[in-house]
């Protein structure tokens, strides 16, 4: 893996574990973020953030786009791909001594299916051996805390608008391993 992220990394229906599995559909894989997709990432992450982001007083049509494409790295970044088609993303960058979660974005209609959690299992096992503690912000009030905090991310710090979250590396012959 280049840098600790998952970019290059690919995960097709053959080579996804009954754990990781996803039902619907053909399955899904992630392939390498290319600067062609940043538009498409960033009204994705328009659709998706807008409630929380408005919720918050925060919402900025402008602003919500240009962070993205401001932050946008094609070296970190997995493009999320299911029925054949770019679905989401994610990024993982390296950062101090662990990996830093961020732009991890799945269209609403994909949400709730089990697609979220069979990535965030990917991205989590390829930083369990490394031994990488896994950080990530998510907003405040936001359902995608619940998908964090299974995956066993517990916060470490909050503020008014942001929650600071942190995993540990999971062992194999750590117990919450099979969880």
């Given at each position: 893996?280049?840098?600790g ?6 995960r ?7 754990r ?5 559909g053909?399955?899904?894989e ?45 070296r ?16 993982v ?24 959690s ?13 031994g ?31 929650v ?7 062992t194999?012959?750590?117990p919450?391993?099979d969880?």
């Open positions: 893996m280049d840098g992220g998952v970019a290059g990394a690919t097709s229906t053959a080579e996804t574990s009954a990781d599995a996803y039902v619907p053909l399955g899904w992630l392939r390498p973020a290319a600067d062609t997709d940043i538009e498409v990432i960033a009204e994705l992450r328009a659709d998706v953030m807008r409630p929380d982001l408005e919720r918050l007083g925060r919402y900025d049509e402008h602003r919500v786009r240009q962070r993205l494409r401001d932050s946008f790295s094609t970190y970044t997995s493009v999320i791909m299911a029925d054949r088609a770019l679905v989401g993303c994610v990024t960058r390296p950062r101090g001594d662990g990996l830093w979660l961020e732009h991890f974005y799945l269209a609403p209609r994909h949400q709730g299916r089990g697609l979220g069979a990535v965030l299992r990917a991205v989590l096992g390829r930083a369990d051996v490394q990488m503690t896994v950080g990530l912000n998510v907003l405040q009030g936001s359902p995608a805390r619940r998908l964090y905090e299974r995956h066993g991310f517990v916060v470490e710090s909050q503020d008014p608008v942001d600071f979250m942190v995993r540990p590396p999971v194999s012959s750590d919450a391993a969880a």
